[in-house]
């Protein structure tokens, strides 16, 4: 949540010149999809990045393994 808004994160994957700079970090996970831990490919979020050109309040970027994945507000 950001200013407490919850997003739902996409497999959209965004390059690394389509967000600006970090905003935050994950401080907590509800999961709407299970994987098994060996199948999960959003396992270790970590970072919460501006998307150039989109209000936080519409969509933000979060670190995964090293990509950039698109989520929007819930």
Known sequence: KI??????????VLATNKVEEQIGK?????AIVSYSEAQNPYKSPSEIFEVKDI???EAIAIKVN???YKAYIK
């Open 26 to 30: 994950i401080t907590q996970i509800h």
């Open 66 to 68: 090293n990509k950039l």
């Open 3 to 12: 200013d407490n808004l919850t997003y739902l994160m996409t497999d959209e």
């Open 55 to 57: 209000n936080i309040k």
